[in-house]
């Protein structure tokens, strides 16, 4: 992370901080050489690290007040990550503040070739989380290199993409011009999810392997196959799970059917542009990019080509199952179709095989995504299983620490009001009265001792007591509110805690 401020002659070890850990490596090291992203300046305060001995199985029936220990980690991480900021003087390039966004940090290298442009869109893209000025809430800044608006009615497509909500569509919030990195630029706001990659680096990410597999296979029809290849398809070679595929296809379906009834065309159905957030939750990226980048102000009606573009997004998911059960990329290419599909019939179902030959052939008619429904079948009602099940996982930790800001603040209050010697002559604040009632109980909560006379530690005598409190408390309030409902002619009585 520090290589490019060190310089590359540097062999010095390089030093970086992260959560109070200190790591070292040197400049020409793999770890540098994969880390071109600018070092991450993460606040103070407490990083929570996972032990080893959490991964084991709880106990059965073993009592917890806090959540798990894995789903807090992970929920740390995230909010670490949309904390990370960059350091202004080492990245003068990268603006502090983008029309209502501020606080940039880049989520990819920034491209300093101008060769290097978008395998999607063509052109010099950019992307970065910022802060929204408005709402305080973090976004993703898709900034378009050099690109000039000249016609506004390209946000037409763009009023209508706002206005589609889905749970596996990242949502776009708005689109702006800007010349805040000097130049013309096209910005696209999106929402941000932290801790996402895409479906290409989560399960493609040595391409070359699996490419290697499928020339191995071709090779051995002529018996001249290569050291180490196999001799066609094999069976169970490293593939995906059937039930994850399906369940990424009911993900990917349920987003185009979405789209698709709203009039409009997803376009971006492409594994680099496709985020994976948990262990298989699926959003579609960068939507309503094309519709901008490429709008003809010579087309008399922008709608008209939306048949088409929809067409193409079948064909496009055919191609992102294809890949996902071969586990390769290489597998859509026209050379390695036939031994893909090979592939599929050997080691999964007909109703995959079938769906994917529906999605990349050519049916003679227009192809709906509604026509896959049947295909998906019965298999659709196991992810709502799992979805409900995952949301009963969700709700029963958050009900864990429902009641933990409650207790936060009575603690606090305790800790206001107890020990305050330098107010000793002001009779509100002196340990008398109402005051020592509290003092007695702040020792009676944490100060037992057990019939050794030795510490007692136990967090479910805190808790209970505190929660007795509570409900005295609540009983104190009503019984003061109907003694004033009933002498309303009369001033209100003024009870004291020892009352």
């Known amino acids: 992370m520090q290589q490019q401020a060190m310089g590359p002659a540097s062999t010095a070890p390089a030093m970086h901080d992260f959560g109070g850990t200190t790591y070292f490596y040197t400049a020409g090291s793999q770890h540098a050489r994969h880390s071109p992203l600018p070092a991450a300046l993460l606040p103070g305060g407490h990083l929570f690290h996972l032990p080893h001995t959490a991964l084991m199985k709880p106990k059965a029936n073993q009592p917890s007040f806090f959540m798990q220990d894995e789903l807090r980690l992970d929920t740390l991480r995230r909010q670490y990550l949309l904390a990370a900021q960059i350091d202004p003087v080492q990245h003068p390039d990268i603006p502090s503040e983008v029309d209502n966004y501020h606080t940039l940090y880049p989520l990819e290298p920034v491209p300093r070739d101008p060769k290097h442009r978008s395998s999607t869109f063509g052109f010099i893209t950019s992307c970065y989380k910022s802060i929204s000025a408005k709402d305080a809430m973090a976004y993703c800044l ?23 909500q889905h749970s596996n569509i990242v ?3 708005e689109v702006f011009t800007t010349k ?18 895409t479906l290409m680096a989560h399960h493609f990410n040595n391409p070359q392997q699996n490419k290697d597999f499928f020339e191995g296979a071709a090779a051995g029809k002529g018996n001249k196959t290569k050291p180490g290849m196999v001799n066609g398809p094999r069976q169970h070679a490293g593939l995906l799970p059937e039930s994850l595929i399906w369940c990424y296809v009911v993900q990917l379906s349920s987003a185009l059917r979405t789209i698709h009834a709203a009039g409009l065309a997803c376009r971006v159905m492409d594994p680099t542009k496709i985020l994976i957030t948990g262990k298989s939750r699926l959003r579609v990226n960068c939507v309503g990019i094309f519709d901008v980048l490429t709008f003809d102000v ?5 709608m008209a080509l939306i048949p088409q573009f929809q067409q193409e997004d079948l064909l496009s998911l055919g191609k992102v199952v294809l890949a996902l059960a071969c586990n390769s990329v290489a597998g859509i290419q026209r050379e390695f179709l036939q031994k893909a599909m090979e592939l599929v019939t050997l080691n999964y179902s007909s109703d995959l095989k079938n769906l994917i030959l529906y999605l990349l ?3 003679g008619r227009p192809k709906s995504v509604n026509d896959i429904m049947p295909m998906i079948g019965a298999r659709f009602y196991t992810q709502l299983d799992a979805a409900h099940m995952r949301c009963d996982v969700i709700e029963a930790e958050l009900a864990k620490e429902v009641e933990n800001g409650r207790l936060f603040r009575l ?7 107890n020990d ?3 107010l000793g002559l002001d009779s509100d604040w002196s340990e008398t009265g109402d005051r020592y009632l509290l003092k007695l109980f702040r020792d009676y909560l944490f100060h037992q001792v057990t019939e050794s006379g030795e510490p007692w530690i136990d967090m479910a005598h805190v808790v209970q007591c505190l929660n007795k409190v509570r409900l005295f408390v609540c009983l ?17 009585s003024r009870f004291s805690l020892k009352s």
């Not at 898709?142 to 993409?161: A, E, P, Q, Y």
């Open 142 to 164: 898709t900034r378009i290199h050099g690109f000039h608006m000249v016609n506004s009615k390209c946000m037409l497509f763009t009023d209508m993409w706002k206005k589609i």
């Open 476 to 492: 104190f309030v009503s019984l003061n509110n109907s003694l004033f409902m009933r002498s309303s002619n009369q001033p209100a």
């Open 298 to 302: 010579n087309q008399s009606n922008p």
């Open 361 to 363: 052939t050519n049916q």
């Open 180 to 197: 805040a990195f000097g130049e013309h630029s096209l910005v696209f706001v999106h929402d941000y999810h932290p801790g996402a990659e």
């Open 171 to 173: 949502q776009l919030r």
């Open 420 to 422: 305050r010697p330098g």
């Open 411 to 417: 603690l606090c209050k305790l800790g206001i009001i």
